[in-house]
């Protein structure tokens, strides 16, 4: 059965200490409270992610990094590779997110090398895709959506595809307090899980975990993980909170 994941995104925020208090607090809440049957995974900055792995307790959490190079090694200054990031001890990475995508240039041609490389060391990818306000007010984000797995994850074999989590965001919900209608989430994340299912079949669809993102909180998580398709969330902004976290990770 396919598995419900809640994965916090922090983006650029919190100093490695302050990092650090808050995997801590997360990790406490979780093995007191949290639903044993969720997936926890924390996004952190690079500079966190060795702490932040010693912090947790690894059979109930996760550590991603929220993005990678797109080269395996070399002169590259400034980046940090896949293999780097899994030596810390992190298994996930965050691939292809909206803000790397608009401000960093990232495009599908990248973001296929940045794949690759994570598999070739054993990273599991958190694929995000989504599309901005005006194709979402222009009606056509299906064919929007479609195109960005099309021109990546879509390419893989099943067997690969079958190890990543994809991560539905709308831009137009992201970091604005504007979520999507718990309707538009599922019609999207069904919309997603049947093109998988044309592309790889009905099993892979089934086992893919789909993830929605943008605007996710304590008080919506519930009723947006209560849809059939809604296998969990890519969480921003409430991620900062572990108290908010928490109520998010037990939404289910
Ligand atoms: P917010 O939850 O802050 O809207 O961010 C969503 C997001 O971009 C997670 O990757």
Not at 1 to 25: D, P, Y
Not at 168 to 175: F, K, L, Q, R
Not at 233 to 252: C, P, R, T, Y
Request: with cysteine.
């Amino acid at each position: 059965m396919r598995k419900k994941i809640v994965a916090g995104n922090w983006k650029c925020n919190t100093t490695v200490q302050e990092g650090i208090e808050l995997a801590k607090a997360v990790n406490e809440l979780v093995a007191k409270e949290g639903n044993k049957n969720v997936v926890v995974v924390l996004g952190t900055p690079f500079t966190h992610l060795t702490s932040v792995v010693a912090s947790v307790d690894a059979s109930r959490i996760g550590v991603a990094s929220q993005n990678c190079a797109a080269e395996a090694k070399g002169a590259f200054t400034g980046e940090v590779s896949a293999a780097m990031v899994k030596s810390t001890g992190a298994g996930y990475v965050i691939l292809g997110h909206s803000e790397r995508r608009e401000y960093y240039n990232e495009t599908s041609e990248t973001l296929n090398k940045k794949v690759a490389l994570s598999f070739a060391n054993g990273l599991t990818p958190i694929y995000c895709c989504g599309e901005p306000l005006s194709i979402r007010e222009a009606g056509t984000q299906n064919g929007f959506v479609k195109t960005q797995l099309d021109e990546t994850i879509f390419n893989l074999s099943a067997e690969e595809f079958l190890k990543l989590v994809i991560a539905y965001e709308p831009i137009w919900a992201i970091g604005t307090g504007v979520t999507a209608s718990t309707q538009q989430a599922q019609d999207m994340l069904a919309y997603i899980r049947s093109l998988i299912a044309d592309k790889f079949g009905a099993a892979v669809a089934e086992e893919t975990s789909i993830l929605y993102g943008g605007s996710c909180n304590a008080k919506n998580a519930a009723e947006l993980f209560s849809q059939p398709d809604i296998d969990g969330g890519l969480i921003g902004g409430a991620s900062l909170k572990a108290e908010d976290f928490i109520q998010i990770i037990n939404g289910f």
